[in-house]
């Protein structure tokens, strides 16, 4: 997995690509961990993702809980396989998805 | 023409040039005054210098075999073999084709043996030549091992043309493109996982083979007789315990290479191929193993650049080599098993070593000396504490190649992907499948690697079979943790806001989603969860 990230004014926008799963996903949490500070506006670019498992999903939840005090966050670019995967368990519902 | 070798009534008389009626009276008048008077019993005319031979000359070899029965013509060219075939005599005596000639001059040496080398001819053929003087009979007793070997199911090349090179003879043998596994760890270190695993696979495909008895030799007396005389150089008392615990490994009818290191197994294109079949025997894996340690650590003990002339890659990866092949074939990552194992191996590899560099001194005596001694303090030290060789061989189902066993570590997650992956590449699985697949099988294992275990760490394996049509894969989950059910764990609410959502709880419910079947059971203190999906 690798995450690329722009900044602008109090919106971030990372780019994620390749896998998100257990072994990647702390990564991406790290990362929301040292940057949403003071961000209003959170953009995750999924255009480049291919997989996503629980322990992905996981890290989106608590961004998403994270930023619903703090502003918004929006996902991009979502494929079809892992726009499954959030129709599946329910996270269609819980994310603003783009 | 010239005649020699009389012993046992057995004459060989060159023919050579041509014969035909200019000549044909006076060769032979030649012939008859060397074999008057001598107790002639059998006749070989050596046809390799016979350039042309006419009817007057065909005329000459009739009357030879009237008074001589016992005539053999040999290494006839073929065009003269075609004369005596279109006249009938490849029926009255026994004619042998000429060898066909092959130069090794600038070959590339693709491999080298202690009986010999092996030369790329040309882009698909090599040639393997033989030092020994009875080169024939070493050839034909590979061809026979390598065709039984191959019915019974052992993936290897087989000669197929015995030629002439230089004074000897070389058997020829189609490999397309072959690299072998030294030069792929020389050359392509980031190919090493993968010769792990092919060269324990390969091991294991042998070892689980039973060979039909009196087929092949049991390695074990051979190895017997070769610690009996490094026993004489060691305290009566310790050459004595070496002696009998060798006598005490317990014989087998299953397969053994014999010389099974990396230069002896090739790949040709994806095929993974096994060569140099002349030492195949049976016997316990142990004296497989203790030859793979010779090769990769032990005759390179004293003198590191040992291992790195002959299999072109250093001492530290030759040893990494061994140590993860060994853990692989024992199917275990525990060191002091391996260890135990190790010492078990090595105690055969020095009885073997000592009587190895005795009867093979490299001319450097000093050399050969420290490298003896330092053999010898080994095995001494090894005597002094083992009481037995044996060891627990892996069960038939660590020989299962679509059975997978590992530490229940989520490190290890790669590696459960990749065995998954690779069958189900194989079976042309949709990629979606594939990436749904990929979800279940990481949730299950992350599962097993955090909590069956825990606060602790142990093993697990999962087997993949593909059967059915429509094709189905099913997975089977198996680890000695704690009884836990996941078809059992309540679904998460998926209706709930963000807010109310628990982080959690999501890996069960969306491997219940993606996989057509699951089932649990807890048996002989084993969690077993079968996964099964339609491709």
Redesign the interface.
Known sequence: MTIEKTKNGTELCLSIAGRLDTTTAPELEKELKDSLEGVTSLILDMGKLEYISSAGLRVLLSAQKIMNRQGEMKLRNVNETVAEIFEVTGFTDILTIE | MSENNHTDGLFTIELTGRIDSGNAAEVETDILSRLNGQNVKAIVLDASALDYISSAGLRVILRLKKTWKDLTIENVNPDIYETLEMTGFTEMMTVKKAYRVVSVEGCEVIGEGFNGKVYRIDKDNVVKTYKNADALAEIQHEREVARLALILGVPTAISYDVVRVGDSYGSVFELLNAKSFSKLLAKEPDRYEFCVREYVQMLRKIHSITVPQGKLPSVKEKVLKQVTRTAEQLPKELGEKLVSLVRAVPESDHMIHGDYHTKNIVLCGDEVLLIDMDTLSVGHPIFELFRMYNAFVGYSEYDPEIVLNFQGYPAETARRFWHDSLSAYLGTTDEARIKDVEDKVRCVSYGNLIDWITRHPTGDEAKDEATRALWKSELVELLGRLDSLEFDLPGEEAFDPDRLELDAL?EN??RVLDFVNERLEGADCPP?TQ??I??AI??IF?NIAHYAYAPGTGRMSLTVKLSGDPLEATFIFVDRGKPYDPLKKEDPD??????E?Q??G??I??TK??MDRMDYAYRDGQNILTLVKKL
């Open positions: 989520s997650l790669d979606k990436m749904q990929n979800i990481e949730e992350v998926i209706t709930l806001s963000a807010e959502r982080i959690g999501l890996g419910f969306m989603k993606i």
